[in-house]
């Protein structure tokens, strides 16, 4: 782009920002707090079709009347307002376009309070970010492969080429924001810059830019899956070695370890003795399932060892699943004699009522 297309395009950009600006103060000068300006033009990167994306910050529900939608000079715009409550979601760092908020070029404030308030969430924003990697961004990153594992659902149970196409991209988008909050960072400038900044991270998933290629790239269904399969696992299988490196995990304690055991027992122990004495399959599957769930609950919250129940269930021989149960329920017992802790367990009421009531 020449220097004087250039100058063209930021001066007209100029007249709508003092368009705005005027309209904020004539008409809504206690409902808007504060006017600035993100994207292309403020990271100097625009083309010549490149929209102006202002940040509006309302105070009242009365400033959303500013926004308005228009094509001008055969470029779209749409000016819109953004609550204080999504400033303070980005200053989380728990949602995308974090950036709007730490590198927001202010325009127009409506007082000094208003610019003092933004000041303050901005700056937790930067404090979160200069933190580094945390426990706290691996479970941003869980929260967005949770979004790309529900994509990934709905692609793999559509046979339609369209369908599978749009649900690769929901994939690919969920891992591009779990990646970044892996990193603990944020997305500085537009998608057409995605692939450049992300190069840049110390932490990618492995052969993240061939996979993301094959995902566009692919004609049939079948190679789309593939793809977004790999893609997904990749992403996985990072976000675990960091859990392991930066997610301090938790250890079975006397206070902790309460009730366990006894919950597993009201839960599930009677219930699998009698559905595999009946070989009743499915009675016995759905137990052994949130028998394992149950087990990974622990795993997660109290730091037990980690059990596969469910490579046990055998449908022509359900004795194995149980057994394996009872088995899992015995190292429970030994858990709780590390903590000096004792099952609570009574053969008379008497017992019962004398404990439970002091």
Same mark, same amino acid.
């Given at each position: 782009?020449?220097?004087?297309? +250039?100058?063209?395009?930021?001066?007209?950009?100029?007249?709508?920002?003092?368009?705005?600006?005027?309209?904020?103060?004539?008409?809504?000068?206690?409902?808007?707090?504060?006017?600035?300006?993100?994207?292309?033009?403020?990271?100097? $990167?625009?083309?010549?079709?490149?929209?102006?994306?202002? @940040?509006?910050?309302?105070?009242?529900?009365?400033?959303?009347?500013?926004?308005?939608?228009?094509?001008?000079?055969?470029?779209? %715009? $749409?000016?819109?307002?953004?609550?204080?409550?999504?400033?303070?979601?980005?200053?989380?760092?728990?949602?995308?376009?974090?950036?709007?908020?730490? $590198?927001?070029?202010?325009? %127009?404030?409506?007082?000094?309070?208003?610019?003092?308030?933004?000041?303050?969430?901005?700056?937790?924003?930067?404090?979160?970010?200069?933190?580094?990697?945390?426990?706290?961004?691996?479970?941003?990153? $869980?929260?967005?492969?949770?979004?790309?594992?529900?994509?990934?659902?709905?692609?793999?149970?559509?046979?339609?080429?369209?369908?599978?196409?749009?649900?690769?991209?929901?994939?690919?988008?969920?891992?591009?924001?779990?990646?970044?909050?892996?990193?603990?960072?944020?997305?500085?400038?537009?998608?057409?810059? %995605?692939?450049?900044?992300?190069?840049?991270?110390?932490?990618?998933?492995?052969?993240?830019?061939?996979?993301?290629?094959? @995902?566009?790239?692919?004609?049939?269904?079948?190679?789309?899956?593939?793809?977004?399969?790999?893609?997904?696992?990749?992403?996985?299988?990072?976000?675990? +070695?960091?859990?392991?490196?930066?997610?301090?995990?938790?250890?079975?304690?006397?206070?902790?370890?309460?009730?366990?055991?006894?919950?597993?027992?009201?839960?599930?122990?009677?219930?699998?003795?009698?559905?595999?004495?009946?070989?009743?399959?499915?009675?016995?599957? !759905?137990?052994?399932?949130?028998?394992?769930?149950?087990?990974?609950?622990?795993?997660?919250?109290?730091?037990?060892?980690?059990?596969?129940?469910?490579?046990?269930?055998?449908?022509?021989? !359900?004795?194995?699943?149980?057994?394996?149960?009872?088995?899992?329920?015995?190292?429970?017992?030994?858990?709780?004699?590390?903590?000096?802790?004792?099952?609570?367990?009574?053969?008379?009421?008497?017992?019962?009522?004398?404990?439970?009531?002091?």
């Amino acid at each position: 782009m020449n220097e004087l297309l +250039k100058q063209k395009l930021i001066a007209k950009n100029q007249k709508l920002i003092d368009m705005v600006i005027a309209r904020a103060k004539r008409d809504f000068p206690s409902d808007i707090a504060l006017i600035g300006l993100t994207g292309s033009f403020a990271t100097n $990167d625009f083309h010549e079709k490149s929209d102006l994306d202002l @940040i509006i910050i309302n105070n009242t529900g009365r400033g959303w009347q500013i926004g308005a939608g228009f094509i001008f000079d055969g470029v779209g %715009y $749409d000016i819109y307002c953004t609550p204080w409550s999504n400033l303070e979601k980005k200053a989380e760092l728990d949602c995308v376009g974090v950036s709007s908020l730490t $590198d927001l070029q202010i325009l %127009y404030y409506a007082s000094e309070e208003h610019l003092q308030r933004f000041n303050a969430v901005r700056q937790k924003a930067l404090d979160k970010l200069a933190q580094g990697i945390t426990a706290e961004s691996v479970e941003r990153a $869980d929260k967005h492969i949770g979004l790309a594992k529900q994509d990934y659902a709905d692609m793999m149970l559509s046979q339609e080429l369209g369908a599978v196409r749009y649900a690769s991209s929901g994939v690919l988008y969920n891992v591009i924001n779990s990646i970044v909050a892996l990193n603990n960072t944020c997305i500085k400038r537009g998608v057409k810059r %995605y692939l450049e900044e992300l190069a840049e991270y110390k932490y990618l998933p492995e052969n993240f830019s061939e996979l993301c290629a094959a @995902i566009i790239d692919a004609k049939a269904i079948a190679d789309i899956k593939e793809a977004c399969s790999k893609l997904l696992a990749s992403t996985i299988s990072l976000r675990d +070695k960091l859990k392991d490196k930066y997610v301090q995990k938790p250890t079975p304690t006397y206070d902790n370890l309460k009730g366990w055991y006894e919950e597993c027992w009201c839960n599930n122990r009677n219930k699998m003795i009698a559905a595999t004495a009946d070989n009743d399959k499915l009675r016995t599957f !759905l137990t052994a399932a949130s028998a394992q769930s149950y087990f990974d609950e622990m795993t997660e919250r109290l730091g037990t060892k980690k059990y596969d129940l469910m490579q046990y269930f055998d449908p022509t021989d !359900l004795s194995e699943v149980r057994n394996a149960f009872l088995s899992v329920m015995e190292e429970y017992l030994l858990e709780y004699e590390k903590v000096g802790r004792t099952v609570e367990m009574y053969d008379n009421f008497e017992d019962l009522y004398k404990n439970y009531m002091q």
